[in-house]
């Protein structure tokens, strides 16, 4: 591997984009434009700003994680894309139409073409799965025959066409956000809503949820929004992320680009549950203040992009010559990029330890110096 | 018992359930909207009028704490307007379909109540207009409870229809009255409350019967 290339890998991806302003986007499928939402003081209870400032795009097509902690305005949010609320200033813009101007027979027209699935199912015990299914068709006036085609098909797309005459008593809660999804996707909407639709639901079902809402995403081209406060659904599904706090959106922009560099301590904070910050119980323990002869001084190197991690330890040990051990390690993939971190031991000498420093930073990766170890 | 006792008796059940039948129809058939209006009317609700509901809840409550024998007396010009005369049990009906519409509605708004919240919030996010929501999704969620308080009203209705006697409704409490009681015949009396016991058995196995089986949220195969 020649210098050059090396040189690039620790280096910052430079294909970074600012926040997209709404007026830039092209070709937005949902566009706020300078969204406020004021919940009014009602008995008692004092009124909340619960969105302020809010002007970003989703892209056509595109997977787009809005995250935030409870209470952040996820919800609220994405009830202004389909019209279940009004903004108290600004657009939405779905589709090329202000969503927020509609109301009455117009407002229910444009709903059919946004789906939304929902964290606890929202399914009608009264009916099967089919009929389920058969709720938004039947509203929107089809015929029965048609319905029973569309039906059909939808079953076999969400992988439960056995599931037919199934009340949702009788299904899993898997099942039952398949059968959500399947209703959000029967009357051909461009863009589907998803909140929060896999908090209720186990980490291995959560992973098959999400991979039939990539697959969905990639074959019919729908436009997915996911509310979540979970970072590894972002994580896994999302291409593009929206960072919600108090009401602002505190950071916007490609996964990749957001997580390797997170600015806004929130961001940090999400980026932190999948990589972890903590070192492992058994280190941690061992870990000093005191340089002791003999000894390895801890240093922690943060790994942001693509590849970033992969060599860093037999480089350091060969154009340093040093002995470098590998204490602890942490990397995970996020939107293709690599984030984490390495924990290393180098010899316990002051000398050694400015110069590792030097060399880390000279690459530029960041890196801190957490103690010794005997 | 004499076999024109036992004609008095069965004639009297035949009063008593073409009044309490009569009068459950057209209690449902007025106390249906308007318990289903209650109970999607208040402020931010889906038909939200908070005044009218307002308004209609302090009628619904007047009219159930009026004592139905005080009902039956103060309504009989009313009950002549509508049924031609104020004596005899389709004369009772009104009487008894004006006391059993605000109960049936107060019972519907309470089973449409128990309906979560999410559903309609569902249905309104694909575009189900407000009277799409009533009839696909609050009254299909609902049915079990709204059966059980049908079954209810029913119940109260036959106890309600043994005090139309006094304006000759005629019907099961009113035998019992005049012959159990008045006449002092124990054994009428007794066979006056055993047929009514028999009666509001069947109408509550039946409906218990009917409420479960509709009911999808018990797993059942």
């Known amino acids: 591997m020649n210098v050059h290339q090396s040189l690039a890998i620790g280096q910052p991806i430079e294909t970074l984009e600012a926040i997209s302003p709404a007026a830039t986007e092209p070709d937005a499928m949902v566009r706020f434009e300078a969204i406020s939402k004021t919940y009014p003081a009602y008995r008692g209870k004092p009124g909340v700003n619960a969105l302020q400032n809010i002007d970003f795009a989703i892209p056509r097509g595109s997977i787009t994680g809005v995250i935030g902690r409870s209470g952040a305005g ?70 029965k025959a048609d319905i029973r085609a569309r039906v059909a098909e939808l079953l076999a797309l969400v992988g439960i066409a056995d599931k037919h005459d199934r009340y949702p008593s009788e299904l899993s809660g898997g099942q039952k956000q398949r059968v959500g999804i399947a209703r959000a996707l029967a009357t051909r909407p461009s863009v589907l809503l998803s909140d929060e639709a896999t908090s209720a639901l186990d980490p291995q079902t959560t992973r098959a949820i999400l991979d039939l809402l990539a697959n969905i995403n990639r074959e019919l081209g729908v436009t997915i929004v996911l509310i979540t406060h979970e970072m590894s659904v972002v994580r ?30 929130i961001t940090q904070s999400f980026l932190a549950e999948v990589i972890g910050d903590s070192l492992p119980v058994s280190l941690a323990s061992r870990i000093v203040a005191e340089r002791s002869a003999g000894g390895q ?24 010559g040093l002995d470098v051990s590998l204490l602890s390690a942490r990397i995970d993939e996020i939107g293709g990029q690599h984030v984490g971190s390495l924990v290393l031991g180098i010899p316990s000498r002051e000398d050694v330890q400015a110069r590792v420093l030097a060399w880390l930073s000279q690459y530029q990766f960041s890196a801190e110096h957490l103690g010794y170890v005997a | 018992m004499s076999p024109e006792l036992i004609n008095l008796i069965i004639q009297a059940t035949g009063e008593s359930l073409y009044m309490v039948g009569i009068a459950a129809l057209l209690g449902t058939a007025f106390g249906l909207p308007l318990g289903v209006f209650l109970a999607t009317s208040r402020k931010g609700e889906l038909f939200a009028s908070p005044l009218v509901n307002r308004v209609l809840g302090i009628i619904v409550n007047a009219t159930r704490s009026t004592p139905f024998i005080i009902l039956v007396v103060a309504i009989i010009p009313f009950t002549r307007l509508v049924a031609g005369t104020s004596i005899g049990s389709t004369a009772a009906i009104v009487p008894l379909t004006i006391a059993s519409t605000p109960f049936i509605a107060r019972l519907v708004e309470a089973a449409i109540r128990e309906v979560d919240g999410g559903l309609i919030e569902t249905a309104s996010s694909f575009g189900a207009s407000p009277i799409q929501i009533v009839l696909k999704v609050l009254i299909p969620e609902a049915l079990p409870g709204l059966l059980l308080a049908l079954t209810l009203a029913v ?37 006056v409350v055993v047929v009514l016991i028999a009666l509001v058995q069947i109408v509550q196995s039946a409906g218990d019967y009917l409420a479960r089986r509709v009911n999808r949220r018990l797993r059942h195969r």
């Open chain 2, 155 to 191: 119940v109260s209705l036959l106890g309600y229809s043994a005090m139309v006697g006094a304006v000759g409704g005629g019907g099961l409490g009113d035998l019992g009255i005049r012959y159990g009681y008045q006449r002092f015949m124990p054994e009428m009396m007794l066979a």
């Open chain 1, 74 to 143: 996820k919800s609220s949010l994405v009830r202004l894309i389909n019209g279940l609320e009004k903004p108290t200033t600004g657009r939405v813009i779905v589709d090329g139409r202000d969503i927020s101007a509609l109301a009455g027979r117009e407002l229910r027209l444009a709903q059919r073409s946004i789906g939304m699935i929902f964290q606890h199912f929202n399914l009608l015990s009264s009916r099967t799965a089919a009929d389920n299914i058969a709720l938004p068709l039947e509203i929107a006036g089809w015929a």
């Open chain 1, 297 to 320: 001084a801890v240093i922690r190197v943060q790994v942001r992009g693509a590849g970033a991690g992969d060599t860093v330890v037999a480089r350091l040990a060969r154009e340093l």
């Open chain 1, 236 to 265: 896994q599904l999302a291409k593009e992320v929206v960072v919600l706090d108090a009401g602002h959106v505190v950071e916007s922009g490609h996964v990749a680009d957001i997580f390797t560099h997170p600015k806004h301590p």
